[in-house]
């Protein structure tokens, strides 16, 4: 373990998304918005699955709980962003650095473990239709969610233990809107190679077996609906899951790519923006995707708002 030569850090400097005076306002006013819609959305998700009927299925309760750990995790890093665009010191404790990226790391893992869970959900209800009621009962839905947050929390107990043993001496300037895992270890000055093996060691199994089993799981799906002579029972089949596809698609391939490379390939510019794509824009777009094209989902949301149109 290498000891510190110099001052021993206390507090970290975020420098955030851009060190521009005259973009501060505008991303202040930009991210304020997206937070309030994406904690708005979300919200509604989770009050509609709860107050229709029609929704009181394994799919809609998979996406309420997936609703609450978007909100959950947006607010992890846009709230301190918001409060660092407006300070002059843009400062975190290293305590509570530590407490970011704990609280980052358990609701992202919820989310692969989660959306996992709804693609094997999908898998069941249009491969086994009949078996659907069986398999997926709310005993069952239940113990796939809770052993969900399981997962995560011991991948986040795992990894903020590691990085609270990391010394910080120096430089306490992190490239980044929130004290994520990358950063950190590039700014430590002890040896992080434990550290790095943990995630490429561990990191197989919290996000690419995940990944693996929804890759699976649609090859299955698209294998059954391939096997429908109704062009008009394709559509319907498939635009069922199409909506839990695309979120797919956009937090694990950009999660895929900020974590699984080597810390020589971590650029700072591109970095930053590639982790806005899951840490607020993911979020945010969630309750559009999944509402936009399902009629039950907006009659509930009809009923939640008292409107005669939606």
Not at 194 to 215: D, K, Q, W, Y
Not at 294 to 308: D, I, P, T
Request: glycine fraction near 4%; aromatic fraction near 14%; charge should be positive.
């Amino acid at each position: 373990m290498a000891a510190c030569n110099a001052t021993k850090v206390s507090e970290f400097h975020l420098l955030g998304l851009s060190d521009k005076k005259n973009n501060q306002f505008f991303l202040f006013v930009l991210f304020l918005l997206m937070y309030i819609f994406t904690l708005s959305g979300n919200g509604l998700i989770i009050v509609a699955t709860w107050i229709a009927p029609q929704l009181h299925t394994p799919m809609y309760f998979f996406l309420s709980n997936l609703s609450f750990v978007d909100m959950g995790f947006t607010s992890v890093t846009v709230p301190k962003m918001l409060d660092n665009i407006l300070s002059v010191r843009k400062t975190i404790s290293v305590a509570g650095c530590i407490a970011q990226l704990s609280f980052f790391i358990s609701f992202a893992s919820a989310e692969c473990f989660l959306l996992t869970v709804m693609a094997f959900d999908r898998y069941v209800a249009i491969c086994n239709p009949l078996r659907y009621t069986t398999v997926m009962h709310r005993r069952a839905c239940l113990l796939l969610v809770g052993v969900s947050w399981l997962f995560a929390t011991m991948h986040s107990v795992l990894h903020s233990v590691l990085t609270s043993r990391l010394f910080f001496c120096g430089s306490n300037q992190i490239h980044h809107f929130f004290c994520d895992m990358t950063p950190l270890l590039k700014l430590s000055t002890s040896d992080t190679s434990t550290n790095e093996l943990v995630i490429f060691v561990e990191g197989p199994f919290s996000v690419m077996v995940p990944f693996v089993i929804v890759l699976v799981s649609y090859c299955c799906i698209i294998s059954a609906i391939q096997k429908i002579h109704s062009d008009k029972g394709r559509v319907k089949i498939f635009s069922t899951c199409s909506s839990h596809l695309t979120v797919v698609i956009l937090f694990y391939g950009t999660a895929i790519f900020t974590y699984f490379r080597p810390s020589s390939a971590y650029s700072l510019d591109h970095d930053r923006v590639v982790t806005l794509m899951y840490t607020v824009i993911a979020p945010l777009l969630n309750p559009l995707i999944y509402s936009l094209r399902n009629s039950e989902m907006k009659a509930a949301f009809r009923k939640v708002l008292c409107l005669r149109h939606f």
